[in-house]
């Protein structure tokens, strides 16, 4: 159970580290000028909130697959490859974070005063370093509660992957409900894990949007 507890860290780690840059990324996208990038972005974020998390980790799982061995086919490799169920798992749920994040990072870019993307210019940055160095730490702290929903829905969809053989919590608790033909104990145990990093997570969200508007009036 351990074991699998730390399988399910690991991959909601990575799939949010995953879903920042993503965010970041379509955030870019959507508030560019370049009206392509714009509908882009908007495709990204109606795709990743519309299909249901499950069918996205099933297309990326079997169509990953399916792009390998269409590469190795082209380079004359007939060695047959499989994607791991832990990078599909990262890959999907990333994609999942990063298209909610999109949304709510554009949110927090146009709620800032203009007045910040003036005084940048008039700074002499140019558009990419007023974006990293002016725009965004500002628009972090304003999306940080909305990333902490992201992080505690991430947690309980990490168990959506143990449908493609990952031995996360939820996976191992039900090996071994099946070998001891007594599901209850664990199926509470792992229930018992979900709600103590719910509540690690929770506590520890709101410390950090404590400090972030400790300076802000």
């Known amino acids: 159970m351990l074991q699998g507890l ?72 007939s060695d047959a490859l499989e994607v791991s169920s832990f990078a599909a798992g990262v890959a999907s749920l990333g994609f999942i974070v990063g298209a909610g994040g999109t949304a709510i990072l554009r949110g ?33 702290r304003l999306a940080v509660p909305g990333f902490g929903n992201l992080w505690m829905g991430l947690l309980k969809e990490t168990a959506l992957v143990s449908v493609i053989g990952l031995k996360d919590i939820l996976r191992v608790a039900r090996m071994a409900s099946g070998a001891t033909l007594e599901p209850m104990p664990f199926l509470l145990a792992t229930g018992v894990c979900y709600l103590a990093l719910t509540a690690v997570s929770l506590a520890a969200i709101r410390h950090y949007v404590a400090r972030l508007q400790r300076h802000v009036r």
């Open 6 to 77: 730390l399988v399910t860290l690991e991959l909601a780690a990575a799939s949010y580290l995953l879903g920042i840059a993503l965010s970041i990324m379509g955030a870019a996208a959507a508030l560019s000028r370049h009206a392509w990038l714009r509908r882009l972005a908007t495709a990204y974020t109606v795709l990743g909130r519309a299909v249901p998390e499950l069918l996205i980790i099933f297309l990326i799982y079997y169509g990953g697959a399916a792009v390998l061995q269409w590469i190795l086919a082209i380079a004359g490799i």
């Open 108 to 140: 927090s870019f146009l709620a800032l005063n203009r007045g910040q993307r003036d005084a940048a210019a008039a700074l002499g940055l140019k558009p990419l370093q007023a974006f990293f160095l002016v725009l965004l730490p500002q628009a972090w």
